[in-house]
């Protein structure tokens, strides 16, 4: 039986990636695109915002994502800059391969860049990850998620709530389409190669004996300008972590802004204690395989916000306002801002059994991925009928 075959006119997807936490929503999708009936073919656009060997290449090895088409090496500058320059090198790209649309996922600058390019140049966009809200224009995110679902065609949403954002901002409910979290579809897939914490402590020079006490241990991550990019505010922070890994041992995965910060505002002091382990930016198999294992995750990361979530472990984030509150209400998130007290209180109720249950929210099953390959190609079949092409 022959398999039906992409109309030759329509032209591939392309699919965008640009900052780490693109990745991990990008792999599944992929892995569905090619499955599909008929197999969706694609071009996958590394905008290169993200650069370095810990951020970017040990998480396509990890998710085994293909090689990138193309890689436009933008890398880090001001947001302008950046943002400027993925448009300047995105635009010959889709003069070049005539996509059927581009496919654009979460909420960083190459989300935002690349989208602009493709509407302008009447290229339909898909986003994956639609209407989450923090209504904290502040955050660039926030920003980057306002105008792509503005703008974009096709708007796939990981919870309920979003299409109600969606609709309240003047957008029609026919554009669009519940289909679940990609980022779990990763999680789901990828869980039963999660690499141990004791592999991952060893291997960044720590001493695993650690992980072998009653105790157990906990992991933080802390990236966003707001909690890192002020010295009094980072100082704070780091002086309540280091208390509490005097309770329980912490795992403190870098992010590169971070880092630079701690050496820069002279905190170095704060974190120089034999329970603090730092580690440079962790693998995704390391990282699953460390909070999966942790008893509680402090961050102010969005995707770790759905993936303790997903997995049962006791979150606290580390910022004033969430865009994904579907955490909060139904799994084991909870908001503490940078209110030390709070911080302090609410690990305290943790490590003493009281943290929350939580249940796995809706459609978070492993299959969002299809449902949007499924999806998808029937709405840009249903836009280019064979008969059209006559
Ligand atoms: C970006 C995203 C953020 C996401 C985060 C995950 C935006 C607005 N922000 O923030 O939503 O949560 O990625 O990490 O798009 N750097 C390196 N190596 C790299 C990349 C960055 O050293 O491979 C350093 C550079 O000094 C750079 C800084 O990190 O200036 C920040 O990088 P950037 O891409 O601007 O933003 P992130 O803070 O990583």
Known sequence: MNQPLWPVDLGPVICVVGARPNFMKMAPILRAFSKSIPVIPTLLVHTGQHYDKDMNDKLFEDLRLPRPDINLEVGSSSHAVQTAEVMRRFEPVIDQHRPSCVLVVGDVNSTLACTLVAVKKGISVVHVEAGLRSYDRKMPEEINRLLTDQIADRLYTTERRAEDNLVREGIAASRVCFV???????????????????????????????????????????????????????????????????????????????????????????????????????????????????????????????????????????????ERPITVEQGTNTMVGRDTDAIRRETGGILAGHGKQGRVPELWDGRAAERIACDLSRWLLDQHPPEAKA
């Open 180 to 322: 679940g979290n990609v980022m779990i579809d990763s999680l789901i897939h990828n869980l039963e190669f999660a690499r141990s914490p004791a592999a991952t402590l060893t291997g960044g020079g720590f001493d695993a004996a650690v992980l072998g006490g009653s105790e157990g241990y906990g992991v933080v991550t802390l990236h966003r300008p707001s909690n890192v990019d002020q010295a009094e505010t980072l100082a704070s922070l780091l002086r309540v972590l280091n208390e509490i890994s005097h309770q329980l041992p912490l795992i403190f995965a870098l992010h590169p802004r971070t880092r630079t910060n701690i050496e820069r505002f002279g905190l170095c002091h704060l974190v120089d204690n034999p329970h603090l382990m730092l580690l440079p930016p962790q693998g995704y198999l390391e990282m699953l395989g460390l909070i999966a294992g942790a008893r509680i995750v402090l961050t102010d990361s969005g995707g770790l916000q759905e993936e303790t979530t997903a997995l049962g472990i006791p979150c606290l984030t580390l910022r004033e306002n969430t």
